[in-house]
């Protein structure tokens, strides 16, 4: 790719010039792609509103970036290997041109169904090549699709089917996980129980059993078979929507995050081609669900719009044993392998025999995404995994960022362990005190925002613009912050601290603390309940749940298993509290405030540090809940 960085000293000065002449640079990045029509402006803002637009009045389809824009000179090359769970059965490999005619003629099925330009449509599907056709079927004809990571519940499904109005849901009839098969369409029928969704498409993965409803409900591959291979894709606006996807914060339920066509295009496939210094012909594996924001823009819209071949895997890194990703590495001759700390540290622990015998010598670039890495973690995944001799890229952003902010680009920026390192061109940080005062200079520690939008950020949180501009835009006025804490060393290096608001990254996937207790309080006998982070081995961060409940008739231990169901039933099993205390009371202050602090102390053992609480209505629960910590 033309616009790809090659030394440290050039991201320097293309830096700068990203800072000083901001639309002059990314008109010339967007340069590179195909737009029917080109944009009257580069850029129109204000961070009030929030009122965002890139490339405006710019027209597209961004499913022609990927396939009509080089289909001339890539239709061979595989587009996406697909990797499935169990190792017997036998991979796929979809070139450019095989997955163009897949697109077109499920975009044709689509609007056979009635769906149209600007509909929500929901995709609850496995990792299977189906469901990136399925988002690029939507992309091209203008429906807008909302990913829903099939981990989730009923209720969760339901929620967001409801919140986005989706005319239609995507599904499977059911999932592997190791060597089970999970229902799928099951949850599905659960979940539209209270909805008026109009078409489900059930794509054929299991052969397990299923309940289709007449006029509803069809098979993927019944509705496939005779369609054209031909389709016109839809004319966008650059501002359309792409996708909504939803995303946990610190109150309420989960918020639908809206990015839009244009400026998502050109950030995503920038950003993808420059941190990993993508080479053609290069295998490129991120290991993350497509129901998550790393799955939309490192697995599908980045690698894809830069022509890469992206391998999508079904499995987890466990099964049938703990040697399964170095497995994978060494069949398809992966060299860009990028995962979360959280699989790190969970394979690490297996020690380094699974990984003996396995040839990674395919491997040039190793990233990690999600949550903080560890020092340990990094120095592990450094050596056994990339030899030594393989850069890793930190990769940090969030759902609302859209694509990775601040990284190293592989090979050219000079890493640290535990650091994002340095913003990407475009990108203009700014870390803040509690008041809003800008940390000028380096060895600075604040809250970390951005002063300037990027293309690919947020636009608003579906159906409540007010909710995106409380949440991002009004902590600190005229900066979008991002719920972090951060560092900036004396190098002028970023380091992720972690969230300063209650939101926990259990790990790598986001949970608000009001989410889970809301799900708790759903128990007939619970009273009320607090929810902290703790520190986890594995995980990064475990859920420490406090609940007084009502004992009569219940044992504790039948009461915590209920509630820990109720948890799963209500969000998903990654919801599942990993300890639950049953309490007398919690602590608060005399205007009725929990002090989660003293919660978190208490459920990370620092039980000298208590500080103060003699602000506290009743400072006695304290010894209580220590005695009974768990
Ligand atoms: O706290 C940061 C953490 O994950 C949050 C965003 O979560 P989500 O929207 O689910 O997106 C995850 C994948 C992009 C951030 O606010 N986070 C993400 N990447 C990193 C990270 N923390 C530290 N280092 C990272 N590399």
Not at 155 to 176: H, M, P, Q, W
Not at 237 to 266: A, N, Q, R
Request: glycine share 8%.
């Amino acid at each position: 790719m033309s616009d790809r960085l090659h030394t440290l000293s050039g991201y320097l000065y293309e830096y700068q010039k990203s800072i000083a002449q901001p639309e002059e640079f990314w008109a010339r990045i967007a340069d590179s792609f195909h737009w029917r029509k080109r944009w009257d402006n580069v850029l129109k803002w204000n961070f009030d509103g929030p009122d965002v637009k890139w490339f405006v009045n710019a027209k597209l389809n961004i499913t022609e970036n990927i396939f009509e824009r080089h289909l001339y000179t890539i239709g061979d090359r595989p587009a996406i290997i697909w990797e499935p769970s169990e190792p017997n059965e036998p991979t796929r490999t979809i070139t450019y041109r095989e997955l163009f005619v897949e697109v077109c003629r499920f975009s044709n099925v689509l609007q056979d169904k009635g769906i149209k330009k600007g509909d929500r449509v929901i995709i609850y599907m496995p990792m299977v090549p189906e469901a990136a056709i399925a988002m690029l079927a939507c992309a091209r004809i203008g429906a807008i699709h909302s990913v829903v990571f099939a981990g989730f519940s009923s209720n969760a499904l339901a929620d967001r089917v409801i919140d986005c109005e989706a005319k239609a849901i995507l599904t499977s009839d059911g999932n592997y996980r190791g060597n089970k098969k999970i229902g799928v369409k099951s949850v599905v029928d659960e979940a539209l129980e209270k909805s008026s969704v109009e078409t489900v498409i059930v794509y054929q993965r299991t052969g397990q059993e299923v309940t289709m409803k007449d006029g509803r409900d069809f098979w993927w591959h019944e509705v496939m078979a005779g369609q054209s291979e031909k389709h016109v894709a839809e004319e966008m606006d650059s501002e359309d929507m792409l996708f909504i996807l939803y995303t946990s914060g610190s109150t309420g339920k989960p918020k639908g995050v809206v990015h839009t066509t244009g400026g998502y295009m050109v950030y995503t496939q920038y950003s993808f081609s420059n941190v990993f210094q993508y080479s053609p012909g290069d295998v490129y594996w991120c290991t993350a669900d497509i129901g998550w924001i790393t799955g939309h823009s490192y697995i599908v819209y980045g690698p894809l719009l830069a022509g890469a071949t992206t391998l999508m895997f079904e499995g987890v890194p466990t099964y049938p044993n703990p040697s399964r990703f170095w497995e994978v590495i060494e069949k398809h001759k992966v060299n860009v392998f990028y995962t979360a700390p959280t699989a790190i540290r969970a394979l690490q622990a297996f020690g380094t025999d699974p990984i003996q015998g396995y040839d990674l010598s395919s491997l040039k670039v190793l990233g990690s995404v999600g949550e903080p890495i560890n020092e340990e973690a990094w120095h592990w995944y450094h050596t056994h995994i990339g030899k030594g001799r393989c850069p890793i890229v930190d990769t940090w952003w969030q759902t609302e960022t859209g694509g990775i902010l601040i990284s190293p680009l592989a090979g050219i920026t000079p890493t640290k362990p535990a650091y994002a390192t340095l913003p990407l061109p475009g990108i203009q940080l700014c870390i803040v005190d509690p008041e809003g005062n800008e940390l000028k200079g380096n060895s600075v520690e604040g809250n970390l925002c951005i002063k300037f939008p990027w293309p690919s950020m947020i636009r608003t949180t579906y159906g409540d613009h007010d909710r995106c501009k409380q949440t991002y835009f009004s902590t600190y006025k005229g900066m979008y912050f991002t719920g972090d804490g951060v560092k900036r060393d004396h190098d002028g290096y970023y380091r992720i601290l972690g969230r300063v608001d209650d939101v926990i990254n259990v790990s790598g996937h986001r949970m608000g603390t009001a989410e889970v207790e809301n799900a708790i309080n759903e128990h007939p006998k619970v009273i009320e309940s607090a929810v902290v982070a703790y520190p986890h081995e594995v995980k990064g961060q475990g859920i420490y749940a406090y609940v007084i409940c009502d004992m009569t008739n219940r044992t504790e231990e039948n009461l915590i298993n209920e509630i820990k169901e109720m948890v799963s039933k209500i969000i998903g099993p990654i919801a599942k509290p990993d300890k639950i205390q049953i309490v007398p009371g919690l602590p608060k202050t005399r205007s009725g405030k929990i002090m989660r602090r003293i919660l978190r102390k208490v459920a990370e053992g620092s039980l000298d540090s208590m500080g103060d609480t003699s602000t506290l209505l009743d400072p006695d629960v304290v010894e209580k809940i220590i005695e009974g910590r768990k």
